[in-house]
């Protein structure tokens, strides 16, 4: 089986801080992604990386940044942590790319973060 | 551009009722269509999936049939239990898209009480 870890189950930060949030996953796989998930929105990509030092930006960017230097290793990275930051974070990973690719996401736990 | 819509919770029901979640999505391209299950303090996990028109995917006793032409990819349980509780979410990867994206919907509350 897939395994997806991160890194951190529960995280407490101040505003202002920079926060690294650390995914890893086991199964080579070449897509990884970051999701937050808030109540009632579902879930809304961040960034994406289809290979090493390659990364996209999903729906919601803004205040994210991402870091993959190696195939297995994908990192979130708020720059300066705001309140509307507060969320639950979650890491997947998927094989493969290319068109007709209908592989499933495989998630990790979550980090739920708080910023004060 | 992509969406899926699925119905709001909470949904409550016994033990043993019968459970539908409707899902309808929009799509550009062709997608596949999936069901994932969120139980509490965990990750999602894939329940279920679908890749073309009128496949059923089936998992657990949980059921779900692409239906392509009235849009949806309804979840369906005859008998549920206790341990079905959970967060139910919908979501799409289109297929002509080549970073295999997902869209998902809002997510469902399942609540079964003995």
């Known amino acids: 089986d897939v395994k997806v870890t991160q890194s951190s189950r529960y995280l407490v930060k101040r505003t202002g801080e920079k926060v690294f949030l650390e995914c890893v996953q086991d199964m080579d796989h070449e897509n990884m992604f970051w999701y937050r998930q808030d109540p009632g929105l579902g879930l809304r990509l961040i960034y994406f990386?289809?290979?090493?030092?390659?990364?996209e930006k999903g729906d919601i960017p803004e205040g994210y940044s991402v870091s993959r230097e190696k195939k297995e290793r994908f990192s979130l990275i708020l720059e300066s942590a705001s309140t509307n930051q507060t969320s639950m974070y979650l890491c997947?990973?998927?094989?493969?790319?290319?068109?007709?690719?209908?592989?499933?996401?495989?998630f990790g736990n979550g980090t739920r973060l708080t910023v004060t | 551009g992509n969406s899926v819509t699925q119905m709001e919770g909470p949904v409550t029901l016994s033990e043993e009722a019968f459970l539908t979640i409707n899902c309808t999505y929009t799509a550009t391209g062709y997608p596949s269509l999936f069901w994932y299950v969120q139980y509490p303090g965990e990750g999602l996990q894939l329940l279920l999936k679908a890749t073309k028109a009128d496949d059923k995917g089936s998992n657990k006793g949980f059921e779900a049939t692409y239906r392509k032409e009235t849009t949806s990819f309804h979840l369906e349980k005859g008998s549920v239990q206790v341990s079905d509780s959970a967060v139910y979410f919908c979501?799409?990867?289109?297929?002509?898209?080549?970073?295999?994206?997902?869209?998902f919907g809002a997510g469902t509350q399942v609540v079964v009480t003995p």
């Open positions: 979501a799409l990867s289109d297929q002509t898209d080549s970073w295999g994206k997902f869209q």
């Open positions: 990386s289809y290979d090493v030092k390659m990364k």
């Open positions: 997947a990973s998927s094989l493969g790319s290319g068109f007709g690719n209908n592989s499933p996401l495989h």
